[in-house]
């Protein structure tokens, strides 16, 4: 069994309360780190979490820790992708501009940046200067450290469900940061993209280990739990897997779909207590399980396409034997 999952099973299924993003940030430097695999690390956050907010938070930050391997573990970092517009790269009006003094010139605004107003290290996706055309633009991300000077975060208003984690607007105003501060590679393509399934994967990963956790505390039926386990343990080896691959998102929509399950059955046990506060948070919070529901739903279509096509290259080359 893997080790992060054979943790949470031989652990005290209790949490200490977490009221705001200060104590849940204390909480997650605390967690242990020997094993530094990020998905290990969503599992643990999950797992010391007392509510489905900090268990996101948690496998947000274990997500960008997927995303970026050389991201520190006391850096709380946000992703800034979505503007007015959108997040599609045609969305992204936010500029990178190389100057001719080895510094970079960023101009922008960004919306719904999660864990922006707390956060120590900002990764802004920009697009470069007459690059690609309109409907393309050749996107980058840039590392902001929190403060510099022209960048300004201003909250926004808590949302309906998980209302502890914060979102910000974030101002952009002729900020400079060093050349070395952009990110290699194609910004949509190396980051914004497989950061959906990333994110998917690793905050399920923490949702159910904070489900597992409340399971064993309340007693709930050992049918439940054991079928937490299990979708814990397909998505830790799925965690291995290449983000961008077609059968790892074929396979990662069947976990999902467990999960949700698992997430419908929840409810119903958390119903019996209806007036203990865990439960109401919970009740409020499962909204956020449908977020995104349909871009996943097309990228799993997609991604049975690709298969598709992949099997049918194969068979006709096998045909030209």
């Avoid at 509510?51 to 006391?74: E, K, T």
């Amino acid at each position: 069994m893997d080790a992060a999952l054979a943790a949470c099973l031989l652990a005290a299924p209790h949490a200490r309360a977490i009221d705001d993003v200060a104590a849940w940030w204390q909480a997650w430097l605390s967690v242990d780190t020997r094993d530094a695999r990020p998905a290990a690390l969503a599992v643990a956050g999950g797992f010391a979490a007392d509510r489905v907010g900090w268990a996101f938070a948690s496998g947000y930050q274990a997500a960008l820790r997927a995303l970026l391997p050389d991201l520190p573990h006391d850096t709380l970092a946000a992703f800034c992708v979505t503007e007015a517009q959108g997040n599609r790269p045609r969305d992204i009006r936010t500029t990178i501009v190389p100057q001719g003094d080895g510094t970079l010139r960023i101009d922008g605004a960004k919306r719904w940046t999660t864990l922006g107003p707390s956060g120590t290290l900002l990764l802004v996706v920009g697009a470069l200067p007459s690059s690609g055309d309109a409907t393309r633009p050749l996107l980058k991300v840039a590392r902001v450290p929190v403060p510099t000077p022209g960048l300004v975060l201003q909250p926004m208003p808590p949302t309906r469900f998980v209302p502890e984690v914060p979102h910000a607007q974030v101002l952009l105003d002729d900020v400079r940061v060093r050349a070395d501060a952009l990110l290699p590679h194609d910004g949509y393509d190396a980051y914004v993209k497989p950061f959906r399934t990333i994110e998917d994967l690793h905050v399920t990963l923490a949702v159910l280990a904070y489900l597992l956790r409340e399971g064993r505390a309340r007693d709930w039926p050992a049918a439940f739990n054991e079928q937490v386990v299990a979708a814990l343990s397909v998505l830790l080896a799925l965690a291995g897997d290449d983000a961008r691959d077609a059968l790892t998102h074929v396979a990662l929509a069947g976990a999902l779909r467990i999960a949700h399950r698992l997430y419908a059955e929840a409810s119903t046990l958390w119903a019996v207590t209806a007036d203990d506060p865990a439960a109401r948070r919970w009740q409020r919070d499962v909204p956020l399980f449908e977020v995104a529901g349909s871009a996943r739903e097309q990228r799993a279509e997609r991604a049975w396409e690709r298969v598709g096509a992949a099997s049918a290259r194969q068979a006709g080359a096998s045909d030209g034997r």
